[in-house]
């Protein structure tokens, strides 16, 4: 009863009725993995779906000089190994936790059978899928036609849409990754990115929040200087 509790909260399975969540529930097997250990090695056979149950993991690459780039930061209720179940072709990315993750796994055997009987998880499959290539696509034309204030105006406003919401004057309160982190999926180094951040918090536009790790972000003003740029 437990994994089909926490089923129902995964975007993946949400429209699911009880006896649908229960035959997710039957073919998941709960899998728990410490921080900084990679998960999905890329180039690997790719033979099962993981649903993050707690935990963040980095989805990330490695560009031609050796540089690793950060693709896609994701958390609860996110899922990750979905193309190489629809293509069997091998891993795509890697995937290493930032923290001490928990997931259910589901393998490839048993989960095309499912997706087959279940045509509403395969159209969410999808259209996550299809959702994420876009996202990857939009993040590799800001890194070649922007400068590194303007794809991190870019980042913070997307992360502050979805992740939170803003309050009536505009801002939005989150916890946003490391500078490392953050440089990674902008193609730049930390130290420049610390820069671009402290240059917000000088403007305005950025300042801390109430609890630990928190930040306010002026969403309205960020999107006013992408609009000018």
Same mark, same amino acid.
């Given at each position: 009863?437990?994994?089909?509790?926490?089923?129902? /909260?995964?975007?993946?399975?949400?429209?699911?009725?009880?006896?649908?969540?229960?035959? &997710?529930? *039957?073919?998941?097997?709960?899998?728990?993995? %410490?921080? %900084?250990?990679?998960?999905?090695?890329?180039?690997?056979?790719?033979?099962?779906?993981?649903?993050?149950?707690? @935990?963040? &993991?980095?989805?990330?690459?490695?560009?031609?000089?050796?540089?690793? !780039?950060?693709?896609?930061?994701?958390? /609860?209720?996110?899922?990750?190994?979905?193309?190489?179940?629809?293509?069997?072709?091998?891993?795509?990315?890697? !995937?290493?936790?930032?923290?001490?993750?928990?997931?259910?796994?589901?393998?490839? @055997?048993?989960?095309?059978?499912?997706?087959?009987?279940?045509?509403?998880?395969?159209? %969410?499959?999808?259209?996550?899928?299809?959702?994420?290539?876009?996202?990857?696509? @939009?993040?590799?034309?800001?890194?070649?036609?922007? *400068?590194?204030?303007?794809?991190?105006?870019?980042?913070? &406003?997307?992360?502050?849409?979805?992740?939170?919401?803003?309050?009536?004057?505009?801002?939005?309160?989150?916890?946003?990754?490391?500078?490392?982190?953050?440089?990674?999926?902008?193609?730049?180094?930390?130290?420049?990115?610390?820069?671009?951040?402290?240059?917000? %918090?000088?403007? @305005?536009?950025? /300042?801390?929040?109430?609890?630990?790790?928190?930040?306010?972000?002026?969403?309205?003003?960020?999107?006013?200087?992408?609009?000018?740029?």
């Amino acid at each position: 009863m437990d994994m089909i509790n926490t089923l129902k /909260k995964v975007p993946l399975f949400s429209e699911l009725d009880e006896g649908e969540l229960q035959a &997710v529930a *039957d073919l998941a097997s709960s899998i728990e993995v %410490k921080k %900084k250990n990679i998960v999905v090695q890329e180039s690997e056979p790719g033979n099962s779906l993981y649903v993050i149950l707690s @935990g963040e &993991v980095k989805v990330s690459t490695y560009s031609i000089d050796g540089r690793e !780039v950060v693709l896609a930061l994701l958390g /609860k209720g996110s899922f990750f190994g979905e193309m190489s179940l629809l293509d069997e072709e091998p891993r795509s990315a890697n !995937v290493t936790t930032l923290d001490d993750c928990k997931f259910a796994n589901i393998r490839r @055997g048993d989960l095309i059978p499912l997706l087959l009987e279940q045509p509403r998880i395969t159209l %969410k499959l999808l259209s996550e899928t299809a959702a994420r290539l876009r996202k990857t696509s @939009g993040m590799l034309k800001r890194v070649s036609s922007m *400068d590194v204030p303007h794809r991190l105006y870019t980042y913070l &406003v997307d992360h502050c849409q979805r992740f939170n919401q803003q309050d009536s004057n505009g801002w939005c309160e989150t916890i946003l990754p490391t500078h490392q982190l953050l440089a990674d999926q902008l193609s730049t180094s930390r130290e420049t990115i610390s820069r671009a951040i402290s240059q917000l %918090k000088k403007d @305005g536009i950025l /300042k801390q929040g109430e609890g630990r790790g928190k930040m306010c972000i002026d969403v309205d003003t960020l999107e006013d200087l992408l609009d000018d740029f």
